[in-house]
């Protein structure tokens, strides 16, 4: 409240004329929205994105905060008054713009820190609680509700105490709240922890219900005195002390020999063991460069102010695990920026053993990040196992960044490769880097290979998609002509602008100038099933429409496909047009019979790599004779990936009632082709049926004829034995007479047939 009270009132003296910002900054609001003087609080200038660019000492993103140590000469903290842009919020003791006046100094004759001042009446904070505000604070002129202000002295000046006259209880904030509590006089007791109850005094109150903490009175202090008698400002920095850390691998150490050096719960390097022999649970060995070097991340949590950092490793000369000769860490706020080194590369161990070095880091700016960068074997590797982060528990305030900031950098033009949705980090383009993905994959000269953009794929899919299932489904690795020695991204005269988009909620969206006009679509009605489908049940597998420079619809999201023995359902997300070849990127997730397996994985594939998988499958019988397919009605030719056909234009591919084979595979049928030209509905609850739309190659005739021969063979012995057999029954069933003679000596019976 107090901030929008404080803006309104120099927007007022802005427009009276008392403080009018210049032309540029006008300009700079009406165009983004974003003002020098209002939203960049008059300490930097709006870019052309509408973010400030903060000037020297200021940052945030609206330049709200200054830098204490030098703004406010180290003795003060920066806050907002409405009398000024900027103001210093000093230190007791202290005075002037930027707190550089000692008044005590001519109370002390020039000499000593204000001895001849009165005493300022002290209290202690002791525990630990929420926001760490344990500390000791003297009593200021400020106050509020009657009840003076406490700032905190040791072990920094950020906190301090005050009145909350809402809920008549005693409450701790940061100091760069000061001003703004003070002008809106304490009524919205935003703090980080508050007492038990509203005593008269802070100190007399009670703290339980912050961890237990206590206060106690303790001497009156003079100005610049701390209770450990020294004399000058308070030291900031807090006794170093151990800091707690997780981390990550930049290469995640693959390990050997039946379960030595690795590390698969990221837990060796933190778990405070340090071994003097290896076993396979207690270290990770390590080379200057090549396979072994992981350089891992150390993640502080906050930004830290660190002492040292101390490396231990374990010396077996026998196994060939050698002392290192030289180690070097880095530091940074960020994890992409490393602007603090330090190394040591004397007083280490060299025999049989578990050694612990110290290396110091007391003249590093704050940092939350810190890396193993390197560390050099003197033979053989060596074998890392604990690294110990030694510093201040205190948070540190970010770095102020460099005055007028540049403005941001254009994007980078479109790669030959879809951008940001890859199935791995091996997807990612040449020229491009992926954020989770590690930096070794990041071809930034487009020369090295490690995202194989140099490896006969033209900065598109890594040859290696094409044995793995999430390739394999989007149509594995589709060749093509032999690229240049350096991949490379598009060419400015290459350039595409953004192409289409469609929605995943709706299927539905437009493109914004793809410069051609082509109409794909893809599988129309997949009765799919076979034994790795579906379970033998049919399903429906795929629609999908498109039209570039124009409306781009899905008349289904949603696909399925067997992928080996795996299952899988794809979401459509977008298509677009990037440097002439239309791009479909889709998100795919494996199916189980009770769910589909979650995060999913984003891929994309050109429209040249996805066709072939969509259709029937010669080699593996995958889809059955029930597949239809639909031609892409501007098919792709080496030359030009994109035939420009206006819709509803449709040309027949075929002779009617006849099918006919399209790029290496592709099954097209004239009745699909028919379905689309007569406007048919795919979306019918009852599809129609094309069952007799088998197409046929040469190879298929032959091997149909052969069999049909084959066939008549057997069926003309079948029919020939058959005959034989028939012949005697109608002997065996021919009527007879039996006739009866005279016996000479005995009688006898004849038998005869007619």
């Known amino acids: 409240m107090a901030y929008a009270m404080l803006s309104a009132l120099m927007l007022t003296r802005a427009l009276l004329g008392k403080a009018r910002p210049p032309q540029q900054a006008l300009a700079s609001a009406i165009s983004t ?39 406010c000469s180290g003795h003060g903290r920066c806050i907002f008054d409405s009398a000024s842009p900027r103001v210093c919020d000093c230190e007791p003791g202290y005075a002037g713009t930027n707190c550089e006046v000692q008044p005590s100094e001519s109370a002390a004759g020039g000499h000593g820190k204000g001895r001849g001042t009165p005493a300022l009446p002290a209290a202690t904070m002791q525990g630990s609680t929420y926001a760490a505000c344990q500390g000791t604070y003297v009593r200021s002129s400020d106050t509020i509700g009657g009840r003076y202000i406490w700032d905190r002295v040791s072990p ?6 005050f009145w909350c006259k809402n809920f008549n209880k005693w409450a701790i904030t940061g100091s760069q709240w000061r001003a703004a509590v ?13 007492s038990d109850d509203g005593a008269a005094e802070w100190y007399d109150a009670k703290w339980r219900g912050s961890n237990g903490a206590t206060v106690h009175k303790v001497a009156p202090l003079h100005d610049g005195q701390t209770h450990a008698g020294q004399q000058g400002p308070v030291s900031a920095t807090p006794p170093p002390g151990p800091l707690s850390y997780t981390y990550t691998y930049t290469t995640e150490p693959a390990g050997c020999c039946g379960g030595y050096y690795d590390d698969p719960r990221h837990d060796i390097l933190n778990n405070g063991d340090r071994p003097t022999s290896i076993t396979t649970s207690n270290g990770v060995e390590w080379t200057a460069s090549g396979t072994h070097d992981y350089k891992p991340v150390l993640d502080l949590g906050r930004v830290r102010r660190v002492a040292a950092i101390e490396v231990s490793y374990i010396v077996a000369r026998s196994w060939g695990k050698f002392a290192p000769t030289s180690i070097t860490v880095t530091g940074g706020f960020s994890s992409s920026q490393m602007t603090e080194t330090a190394d040591i590369s004397s007083g280490l161990g060299t025999s049989d053993g578990g050694w612990t070095v110290r290396i110091s880091t007391r003249s590093w700016a704050p940092v939350r990040y810190v890396t193993l960068h390197q560390m050099v074997p003197a033979a053989g590797h060596a074998v890392l196992s604990e690294i110990g982060v030694f510093g201040s528990s205190q948070e540190e305030p970010p770095p102020p960044p460099s005055p007028w900031a540049p403005e941001p950098s254009p994007p980078p033009p479109p790669s030959s490769s879809p951008p ?77 602008p953004p192409a289409s988009h469609l929605s995943v909620a709706t299927g539905e969206g437009c493109t914004v100038g793809a410069g051609t006009d082509a109409r794909m679509s893809s599988v129309v009605y997949a009765s799919l ?32 496909a067997c992928v080996h023995n795996e299952h899988w ?9 990037e440097c002439g070849a239309l791009v479909m990127y889709a998100r795919a997730s494996r199916y189980t019979p009770a769910k589909y397996s979650a995060p999913p994985t984003d891929w994309a594939t050109t429209v040249n790599a996805l066709w072939p998988t969509m259709t029937q499958n010669d080699a593996y019988p995958i889809y059955d004779a029930h597949v239809t397919t639909t031609a892409l009605l501007a098919p792709p030719g080496p030359s030009s990936p994109v035939i420009p056909l206006k819709p509803p234009t449709v040309t027949p591919l075929t002779a009617p009632g006849k099918a006919t084979h399209l790029r290496d595979g592709l099954r097209v ?12 509905n795919p979306n019918a609850p009852n599809p129609p049926s094309h069952a007799g739309d088998v197409a046929m190659t040469w190879a298929q005739a032959i091997a149909a004829g052969l069999a049909i021969f084959v066939a008549g063979c057997i069926i003309s012995s079948v029919a ?24 000479r000596k005995q009688p006898y019976a004849r038998v005869a047939t007619a």
Not at 156 to 161: E, I
Not at 669 to 679: C, I, M, N, V
């Open 33 to 71: 929205g974003c003002n020098d003087w209002l939203t960049c609080n008059g300490h930097g200038r709006c870019g052309s994105d509408g973010k400030c660019r903060c000037s020297e000492n200021h940052y945030l993103p609206d330049c709200h905060y200054c830098w204490h140590a030098t703004t």
């Open 156 to 161: 920094d000046p950020s906190r301090f105490v």
């Open 182 to 194: 003070i002008a809106e006089d304490g009524a919205p007791c935003g703090a980080f922890i508050s």
């Open 420 to 496: 940001l949705r890859c199935a791995s980090c091996e997807l990612v383009p040449c020229g491009q880097c992926q954020e989770g993905c590690p930096p070794k994959w990041c071809d930034q000269n487009f020369q090295d290979s490690a995202n194989w953009c140099a490896n006969g794929n033209a900065g598109r899919f890594p040859t290696s998609c094409s044995s793995t299932p999430i390739g394999w489904l989007v149509g594995a690795y589709t060749p093509s002509p032999p690229p240049p020695v350096k991949a490379r991204p598009c060419s400015p005269k290459d350039t595409c």
């Open 529 to 560: 099933s076979g034994p790795f489908i579906n379970w033998n049940k049919p399903m429906l597998a795929v629609i999908v429409e498109a039209t570039v420079n124009g409306a781009a619809t899905a008349a289904s999201k949603q696909w399925f």
């Open 569 to 577: 359902k794809a979401t459509l997300l977008e298509v677009k047009e």
């Open 669 to 680: 049928s004239q009745s699909a082709l028919d379905f689309f030209a007569s406007k048919g």
């Open 720 to 743: 020939h034995c058959l005959q034989r057999r028939l012949t005697v029954r109608r002997r065996e069933q021919t009527p007879f007479r039996v006739k009866i003679a005279p016996l």
